[in-house]
Nanobody, 119 residues
Framework: QVQLVESGGGLMQAGDSLRLSCAAS????????MGWFRQAPGKEREFVAA????????NYADSVKGRFTISSDNAKKTVALLMSNLKPEDTAVYYC????????????WGQGTQVTVSS
């Protein structure tokens, strides 16, 4: 089993920056890729960004490109999401996820951290 713990959420104002972190523990030896998803009230969960655990092959949702940066630390099995120029539409619960292989669904999910952006 793998456990994921997110941290760093909060109440922000439009234009602010915020850094989310996620630490994986447990049976992390097969970690291949980690990512961030978010779910706003009344909406389905959506992809935000992902990265291969060695730091390569990043990809982003169009809505966050140029504003969010994902990074990873393979040795520590952590992933971070630096969010800049936050907008009210970024308000959501942000979830960290981990995938054990190059394809397929994400196997493990964190509990989520709330990010609220006021205008």
């Amino acid at each position: 089993q793998v456990q994921l713990v997110e941290s760093g959420g909060g109440l922000m104002q439009a234009g602010d920056s915020l850094r989310l972190s996620c630490a994986a523990s447990g049976r992390t030896f097969s970690t291949y890729r980690m990512g961030w998803f978010r779910q706003a009230p009344g909406k389905e969960r959506e992809f935000v960004a992902a990265i291969r655990i060695d730091g390569g092959n990043t990809n982003y949702a169009d809505s966050v490109k140029g504003r969010f940066t994902i990074s990873s630390d393979n040795a520590k099995k952590t992933v971070a999401l630096l969010m800049s120029n936050l907008k009210p539409e970024d308000t959501a619960v942000y979830y960290c996820a981990l995938r054990s292989g190059p394809t397929g669904r994400y196997d493990y999910w964190g509990q989520g951290t709330q990010v609220t952006v006021s205008s």
